[in-house]
């Protein structure tokens, strides 16, 4: 008879980068109706906002690139750079070349994505690379984009009409055309009802 596996402890988490995300999740369960993998239980929602890079760091170093969420969004730029820099000099201690590239590559993008006031130049200065050199670093920047826009919409939305439906905010963060985001936009501005937004995010057919 062969002996029994050790089984390691597994902690399911779900990331929230801001507390009104985590406020809007409904829990997620796990279980398995089959019996063969013994799961049950709920995920883990961690919050990082209720941490300081420190204490992430101190949970796992190659969290590293999730760091930008850890310091408020109005942070002093002075601060904000020297933490920066600190960031990148780690991702570059913890990874060869290329995987190194693309952790910087991401933590530009959680920069740009957390702290609106910053600009690609200055970001730059700080990790001391540019974002555009690569094609990964070029498709990072307008996904980043694209989800900027896509937060605004829906944050027009909640402050004009309160809550908004979970189905236009998963149709809204579908969205991949800049042309319409920025249509959208207008209309979240616009709009008299959520009704009539909802009508302009989903067009009749002809």
Same mark, same amino acid.
């Given at each position: 008879?062969?002996?029994?596996?050790?089984?390691s402890?597994?902690l399911?988490?779900?990331?929230?980068?801001e507390r009104s995300?985590g406020?809007r999740?409904l829990?997620f369960?796990?279980?398995?109706s089959t019996?063969?993998?013994?799961?049950?239980?709920r995920?883990?929602?961690?919050v990082?906002?209720d941490?300081t890079?420190?204490?992430?760091?101190?949970?796992?170093?190659?969290?590293?690139v999730?760091?930008?969420?850890?310091?408020?969004?109005?942070t002093?730029?002075?601060?904000?750079?020297?933490?920066? #820099?600190d960031?990148?000099?780690l991702? &570059?201690?913890l990874y060869?070349?290329e995987q190194?590239?693309?952790?910087?590559?991401?933590?530009?993008?959680f920069l740009?994505? &957390?702290?609106?006031?910053?600009?690609?130049?200055?970001?730059?200065?700080?990790?001391?690379f540019d974002?555009?050199d690569?094609?990964?670093?070029?498709?990072?920047?307008?996904l980043?984009?694209?989800q900027?826009?896509r937060?605004?919409?829906?944050?027009?939305?909640?402050v004009?009409?309160? &809550?908004?439906p979970?189905?236009?905010?998963?149709?809204?963060?579908?969205?991949?055309?800049p042309?319409?985001?920025?249509?959208? #936009?207008?209309?979240?501005?616009?709009?008299?009802s959520?009704?009539?937004?909802e009508?302009?995010?989903h067009?009749?057919?002809?």
């Amino acid at each position: 008879m062969r002996p029994a596996r050790s089984c390691s402890a597994v902690l399911p988490a779900i990331i929230f980068t801001e507390r009104s995300f985590g406020s809007r999740a409904l829990p997620f369960d796990i279980g398995d109706s089959t019996g063969a993998y013994r799961l049950q239980g709920r995920f883990r929602e961690i919050v990082l906002e209720d941490y300081t890079d420190a204490q992430l760091l101190a949970l796992d170093p190659r969290l590293v690139v999730l760091a930008p969420y850890t310091l408020p969004a109005n942070t002093d730029k002075d601060e904000l750079s020297r933490k920066a #820099h600190d960031w990148g000099g780690l991702v &570059r201690s913890l990874y060869v070349e290329e995987q190194s590239r693309d952790q910087v590559d991401l933590l530009a993008l959680f920069l740009l994505n &957390r702290f609106r006031q910053l600009t690609r130049e200055e970001v730059v200065a700080m990790l001391n690379f540019d974002l555009a050199d690569t094609v990964a670093g070029q498709d990072i920047l307008k996904l980043g984009i694209l989800q900027t826009v896509r937060e605004d919409v829906i944050e027009v939305l909640e402050v004009r009409f309160g &809550r908004v439906p979970s189905e236009i905010i998963a149709a809204v963060q579908g969205l991949v055309d800049p042309s319409q985001l920025k249509a959208l #936009h207008k209309q979240a501005v616009l709009a008299k009802s959520i009704d009539e937004f909802e009508e302009a995010l989903h067009p009749p057919r002809s």
